[in-house]
């Protein structure tokens, strides 16, 4: 069993940036896919990004495509999320999470067994 947790949130002002954390523990991140998603009070889960095993794959929201990017250390176990130039459309409570998926994306928080606690990011203007 894999263990998330998630760190670098923060307040930012709006057009700033913002580095989020996820380290692993147990399994080692080739084991999953690893996903960020985000949640509003309110709203659904949302999907954020997407990253393969080997790290060289990654699938963004349309939202965030541009100006986020997902990647992963796997010497470090972690993986991480740069948010640059965050709106008022960006703050949540951004979570990571693991999937054992192959083949197509899944932008689907039910097909990600294991997650964080989650870290907030506040966007102020």
């Known amino acids: 069993q894999v263990q998330l947790v998630e760190s670098g949130g923060g307040l930012v002002q709006a057009g700033g940036s913002l580095r989020l954390s996820c380290a692993a523990s147990?399994?080692?991140?080739?084991?999953?896919?690893m996903g960020w998603f985000r949640q509003v009070p309110g709203k659904e889960r949302e999907f954020v990004a997407v990253?393969?095993?080997?790290?060289?794959?990654?699938f963004y929201a349309d939202s965030v495509n541009g100006r986020f990017t997902i990647s992963s250390d796997h010497a470090k176990n972690t993986m991480y999320l740069q948010m640059n130039r965050l709106t008022h459309e960006d703050p949540a409570v951004y979570y990571c999470?693991?999937?054992?998926?192959?083949?197509?994306?899944?932008?689907?928080?039910?097909?990600?067994?294991?997650w964080g606690q989650g870290t907030q990011v506040t966007v102020s203007s």
């Open positions: 990253i393969n095993r080997s790290g060289a794959g990654t």
């Open positions: 999470a693991t999937n054992t998926g192959w083949g197509a994306w899944s932008t689907v928080p039910a097909d990600f067994a294991y």
């Open positions: 147990g399994p080692t991140l080739r084991a999953y896919r």
